[in-house]
């Protein structure tokens, strides 16, 4: 069965920690991790609550598969309702808490209410119990990771921790672990502030014993790997280049958004790419890419582990910022580099390494920067807001001096921890936040790219490119190729993207596994590991019963079909240069047969007879 | 005639020396098509996964066989790769 049946509930407010048994009824139908946890999120919190009052609920939950041997079987999500959307939230992280989580015997935690003062939660086993975190309040999510680590003295204990952003109410803190993988979307760390939680330390030492069928589970698990170790992307472009060789791909295809989304296409690309992080430095002989790292199970390990130059003015007189770790990968580089015009690729690594210290969301810290850039281009920022920084598109000095003010707190800080959303309108120019439902765009531009428009306008958590990863049809042929600027068959093409990572993403494995693995690999590993059917049709709906009940969740926010839409400048402001010039998105060719591709009404709700057949 | 080849990601050990990180202005013979000019390089056919010329996809097979190049045509060409 996979599920260790059981979830822990922790009340904040009242300082106890129970387990309680896991509802398998929801289980059957919604499998685990965003899924399950939603599930609960839907039927335990109000959706039209304040997300960081004690009302919200913030849910850590593993999948089915997470600490087996399926590979990349290592992933965790956090749940909750989004400070910076108000739309449900849905962050998934990978390194190693995950599985540690699920060898001590959970399947998910529910943290309920607010403590009165900071504390951290500490799981051995069955044990578990909260702590004050006194001394952590006011340090960095590195900080904290080492003393909770030093205090219990043992190395396998397993750190989710939030930084000082979080603490400091920036709306896309997220919750790091392992020190550089992040659950970093939508603001779930400054829901995890907002309860006075300051970290989660679990050490597990149960394993996984409860597989369904051992045999078969063994037998699809292991014809998993094979298909990802024989495919050409998993087995070798993701390991020797990381995600960040998309970089000179998607500006030569004409859809690299820059400067805030002004322009499409980036001369610096190639400066900030992955083949530029793997050459050797004129300081030191070394490479910006140190080696290639794996994730709990995983036998991709397409993550980036890089060092700084040392003699690079932003830490040249910081060792502690020249030794080797997380580097940066596609979509951070993008928000940190090309949306704010800045090609220096140690520059862009150095504030990566202060994006995981202090947990705040690169993509939506970038892209926020990149809108304060616009404005102060125009003047309507000056030196008086920005504490006398020259905020210029460009200026990796500018860029390294904001940031190092941001996670302290100073400065600008309080501004640019808004979002672009509230930025922009606070400084009366809202047609300058490039977000969808309140969230920061990724790294495709979607005048370029017509599906990956439709896919932001639609996604529950707003602008995301990881609840419907079109590019993956639309730009690299897989598993085929679609036209970029065609919007026929868009539609279709969205809806079956984001139902089948609706399931991945409850599965406890990585996305990067579809590159390789259709969902005729998944559902026997599935299948094999948990009690029920979990043939290829079922896990389909099973993923499309989890989107619609995050629909669902968003309509009693109060969202509305009018909150699926893009910025107008994505659908009036044309591509000046190359060869997508001239192009738009064009969303209202799209979302009308996208609606009814969900079985939904013209104005995007969601009938009786979609409920019924989907059993919500 | 002249051209730009560019070589991305493992394919860069396939470009001719020079100066450019990616690039390079090359002499072909007047309109090679483009499956010829990848077989010049040596570069196998799976793994001239993305191909583009001046940025616009040419799909594999027939397309690449007929299409003919022509001066200052700049051929982009990426091994399969992914990312997100």
Known sequence: ?616 | MNINIEFYASLMKYLPPGKSRFRREVKVDDGITLSRLIEQYNIAEDQAHLVLVNGLFVNCGADRDNRALVEGDVVSIWPPVAGG
């Open chain 1, 1 to 616: 069965m996979s599920w260790t049946r059981k979830i822990l509930r922790v009340d904040l407010s009242k300082g106890s920690c129970t387990s309680e048994a896991l509802n398998m009824d929801w289980a059957n139908q919604y499998l685990g991790q965003r899924g399950l946890a939603s599930k609960y999120l839907t039927e335990e919190v109000d959706p039209k609550c304040d997300a960081l009052g004690p009302d919200n609920k913030m849910i850590m939950a593993t999948g089915p598969l997470t600490g087996t041997m399926a590979s990349t079987g290592g992933r965790y999500s956090v749940i909750c309702k989004s400070p910076l959307t108000g739309a449900i939230a849905c962050s998934n992280s990978g390194g190693f808490f995950g599985a540690e989580m699920k060898f001590a015997g959970y399947d998910m935690i529910i943290f309920e209410g607010k403590s009165d003062k900071p504390v951290y939660l500490l799981i051995q086993d069955d044990k578990a119990e909260l702590r004050s975190a006194e001394h952590l309040w006011g340090k960095s999510a590195w900080e904290a990771d080492d003393i909770v680590r030093a205090t219990h003295q043992d190395p396998q204990l397993r750190v989710a921790c939030i930084g000082r952003t979080a603490e400091q109410g920036c709306l896309y803190a997220a919750v790091m672990n392992d020190k550089h993988r992040a659950a970093g979307r939508s603001g779930v760390g400054t829901v995890m502030a907002s309860k006075n939680l300051k970290a989660v330390a679990v050490r597990g030492t149960g394993g996984i014993g409860n597989v369904n069928d051992a045999e078969a589970f063994i037998a699809a698990t292991n014809d998993g790997k094979a298909a990802l170790a024989e495919n050409a992307v998993t087995g070798q472009g993701l390991p020797a280049f990381g995600t960040q060789v998309l970089m000179n791909v998607i500006n030569g295809v004409g859809a690299l958004p820059a400067r805030n989304m002004r322009d499409v296409g980036f001369e610096g690309a190639e400066n900030i790419s992955a083949e530029a992080m793997a050459e050797p430095r004129k300081s030191d002989g070394k490479a910006n890419l140190t080696t290639n790292g794996a994730c709990f199970g995983c036998t991709i390990a397409c993550g980036r582990i890089s060092t700084v130059d040392p003699t690079h003015f932003s830490v040249k007189d910081k060792p502690q910022y020249q030794g080797a770790s997380g580097g940066l990968e596609y979509e951070a580089a993008w928000a940190l580099g090309a949306d704010t015009g800045v090609d220096d690729l140690d520059a862009l690594t150095y504030v990566n390494f202060l994006c995981n210290e202090d947990g705040m969301d690169p993509i939506t810290y970038g892209a926020t920067v990149a809108a304060a850039m616009e404005m102060f281009e125009d003047g309507t920022i000056t030196t008086k807001e920005t504490g006398g920084i020259e905020l210029k598109f460009g200026s990796a000095e500018a860029f390294v001096a904001i940031t190092e003010q941001f996670v302290t707190g100073e400065g600008f800080a309080k501004d640019l921890g808004l979002g672009s959303k509230r930025l922009c309108e606070k400084y009366k120019r809202p047609e300058l936040s490039m977000t969808v439902k309140g969230q920061e765009f990724p790294a495709y531009d979607p005048r370029g790219i017509q599906g990956i428009g439709l896919a932001y306008a639609t996604s529950n958590r707003g602008a995301c490119h990881l609840r419907g990863y079109t590019i993956a049809s639309e730009v690299l042929g897989i598993p085929v190729k679609t036209e970029m600027n065609d919007t026929d068959g868009k539609a279709e093409l969205v809806k079956a993207f984001q139902d089948a990572t609706a399931l991945v993403d409850s599965a406890g494995l990585c996305v990067f596994t579809t590159f390789a693995w259709g969902m005729d690999n998944i559902a026997p590993q599935i299948d094999a590991a948990c009690e029920g059917d979990w043939s290829v049709e079922n896990c389909l709906e099973t993923g499309e019963r989890i989107w619609n009940m995050e629909r669902l969740f968003n309509e009693a926010a109060g969202f509305t079909a009018d909150d699926d839409k893009l910025p107008k400048r994505l659908l009036k402001e044309v591509i000046k240069a190359g060869p997508t010039e001239g192009q738009v998105n064009r969303l209202g060719e799209m979302l009308p047969k996208y609606y009814e591709a969900r079985g939904w009404t013209a104005d995007g709700k969601i009938p009786d007879e979609t409920r019924q057949r989907l059993s919500l």
